[in-house]
């Protein structure tokens, strides 16, 4: 993994989970949604998806786990097309990073086009900025200085 799909994906986890659930947790790996610093809400093996389906609200439920924040529902067609055997950092940060090559935003990554990156990630991750799904987004600014923190380099 290169300093600048590491930095990205360190963004990714700061954006979904927050620099102060990220502390109180696995580094947010082992993160279930709807989990605040205070309370947190966290699994403890590392085996499968969590599966846990959690009510958000009257309108909205999620399955979303782990430091990117994977529903179920992809878990599986990740480990069949991966090879992925279970719910590990490892295999979290090979199922984000194929997400991410999914959107074609790997070459943006590496090229220092972090806001490019960003653009085309955000149908996958709804708290990057643009993102449609209705929930809290992050400021451009914000994230990009998360990424430059955690090692990444601008073009």
Not at 28 to 37: D, F, H, K, W
Not at 73 to 89: E, M, N, T, V
Not at 91 to 116: M, P, V, Y
Request: aromatic residues 8%; glycine residues 6%; charged residues 20%.
């Amino acid at each position: 993994m290169t300093n600048n799909e590491k930095a990205f994906l360190d963004m990714i986890a700061h954006s979904e989970i927050g620099a102060a659930l990220l502390a109180v947790s696995d580094n947010g790996y082992n993160v279930i949604v709807g989990s605040t610093a205070q309370h947190p809400d966290l699994f403890t093996s590392y085996v499968s998806h969590p599966r846990k389906l959690v009510r958000l609200s009257d309108t909205l439920q999620s399955t979303a786990s782990g430091r990117y924040q994977l529903l179920s529902r992809y878990y599986s067609i990740y480990c069949i097309q991966l090879g992925i055997k279970d719910f590990s950092p490892a295999s979290q940060d090979i199922i984000a990073l194929q997400q991410i090559k999914e959107r074609h935003a790997l070459d943006d990554i590496n090229a220092g086009r972090f806001e490019d990156a960003v653009r085309k990630c955000n149908n996958i991750w709804a708290s990057l900025p643009d993102s449609t799904y209705g929930q809290h987004t992050n400021k451009m600014s914000d994230l990009k200085a998360v990424y430059v923190e955690a090692g990444g380099s601008i073009a």
